[in-house]
């Protein structure tokens, strides 16, 4: 069983700032490319950033120079820095993950979801 757990979501006016971690657990052997992902109110997912085991990064168009991406290896954590903030950037957060487990079967697991809200 694998389990990520997101936190830092919440409340903030328009050119603040927040930061996402999220921290996997259970039964890992490692963990390949990470990504946050978000949901608009009324809208699709849609990928934000991701990260490979490596460090190598990706961001969509409506937040690069805004938002940063990275991960601890170690601690198996994923974190989203988010500066400038916008409200058109209110939406729910998921933390995903690409887990190999001790068995080598390889899955993707989500997190519970965050709420972000920026207000005008």
């Known amino acids: 069983q694998v389990q990520l757990v997101e936190s830092g979501g919440g409340l903030v006016q328009a050119g603040g700032s927040l930061r996402l971690s999220c921290a996997a657990s259970?039964?890992?052997?490692?963990?390949?490319?990470m990504g946050w992902y978000r949901q608009p109110p009324g809208k699709q997912r849609e990928l934000v950033a991701s990260?490979?085991?490596?460090?190598?990064?990706n961001y969509a168009d409506s937040v690069k120079g805004r938002f940063t991406i990275s991960r601890d290896n170690a601690k198996n954590a994923l974190y989203l820095q988010m500066n400038s903030l916008k409200p058109e950037d209110t939406a729910v957060y998921y933390c995903?993950?690409?887990?190999?487990?001790?068995?080598?079967?390889?899955?993707?697991?989500w997190g519970q979801g965050s709420q972000v809200t920026v207000s005008p």
């Open positions: 995903k993950a690409a887990v190999q487990r001790w068995t080598g079967t390889i899955s993707d697991y």
């Open positions: 990260i490979t085991r490596g460090g190598s990064t």
């Open positions: 259970g039964n890992i052997f490692s963990i390949n490319t």
